[in-house]
């Protein structure tokens, strides 16, 4: 299967992105709407989303990530339930590092579910944080150098 990172620069796939975020985090993590979509989920903000395409250009995995500091700060990554088995996580990740980085972050930091701890320690990530709670999911602080 072909997959393709598309950054986001169109209404359109910012709705194929929030349709995905929905599925994900509000209908099976059940985190309030209000919670998930917020202030940086526009077209020319402060972030750069991205989609991930498959070779039918059905959107299966998104993300996004914004400059803090020297940091890019990745968020709201997620990929559809039917297609977490072929490294998708890994591929929106790489993706982002790479805007990151071209944008000038020295390192990336992300809020990690507990759950997801080992996923990103194979990608360089290294806790860096206690457990703390975000939409009622535990979290935990993770940082990488790029």
Do not use: W
Request: charged share 30%; hydrophobic share 45%.
């Amino acid at each position: 299967m072909k997959l393709t990172p598309i950054p986001i620069t169109n209404d359109a796939d910012l709705a194929r992105s929030f349709a995905i975020r929905k599925e994900v985090f509000v209908d099976e993590q059940h985190v309030p709407i209000d919670e998930e979509i917020d202030v940086f989920d526009v077209i020319d903000g402060d972030c750069t989303h991205l989609l991930i395409e498959n070779d039918e250009g059905q959107a299966v995995g998104t993300g996004r990530v914004r400059l803090v500091d020297e940091y890019g700060k990745i968020q709201r990554v997620a990929v559809v339930k039917a297609f977490r088995q072929y490294g998708i996580g890994r591929i929106i990740i790489l993706a982002l590092e790479k805007l990151a980085a071209a944008q000038g972050a020295t390192k990336a930091k992300l809020d990690a579910q507990v759950h997801a701890i080992g996923f990103y320690e194979k990608l360089g990530y290294e806790v860096k944080s206690d457990v703390f709670l975000d939409a009622g999911i535990e979290h935990v602080l993770m940082i990488k150098a790029l």
